[in-house]
């Protein structure tokens, strides 16, 4: 069974940063893709970056690309997600997801929510403007 814990969140300035972490359980943490959705309130859940198996490839959405940075260290098992430069339109929970397949070739970057089967119970960023 694996289970996701986010951490991290909370109330920033804007032009502030905060760093998200995301704890994982389970086997063959570097063996998935990982990534991170962010949902504010009334909008659909919306992808924000994710990062390979083997965190040689990582993708941004273009609302986050050059603020936002992911990472992960597969000995501890934990995803983190650095943001820079914040802005209100950022206020969200973010969650962080397990990719559903083996990445294989340890180059995958998933960014529909569908290829994704676990997620964590989110944290709340704000962001005051």
């Known amino acids: ?62 609302s986050v690309k050059g603020r936002f940075t992911i990472s992960r260290d597969n000995a501890k098992k934990t995803v983190y997600l650095q943001m820079n430069s914040l802005k209100p339109e950022d206020t969200a929970v973010y969650y962080c997801a397990r990719a559903r397949t083996y990445d294989t070739d340890m180059d995958s970057t998933p960014r529909l929510s569908g290829e994704y089967d676990y997620w964590g119970q989110g944290t709340q960023v704000t962001v005051s403007s």
């Open 1 to 62: 069974q694996v289970q996701l814990v986010e951490s991290g969140g909370g109330l920033v300035q804007a032009g502030g940063s905060l760093r998200l972490s995301c704890a994982a359980s389970g086997r063959f943490f570097s063996s998935y893709a990982m990534g991170w959705f962010r949902q504010a309130p009334g909008k659909e859940r919306e992808f924000v970056a994710a990062i390979a198996g083997s965190a040689l490839r990582t993708y941004y959405a273009d």
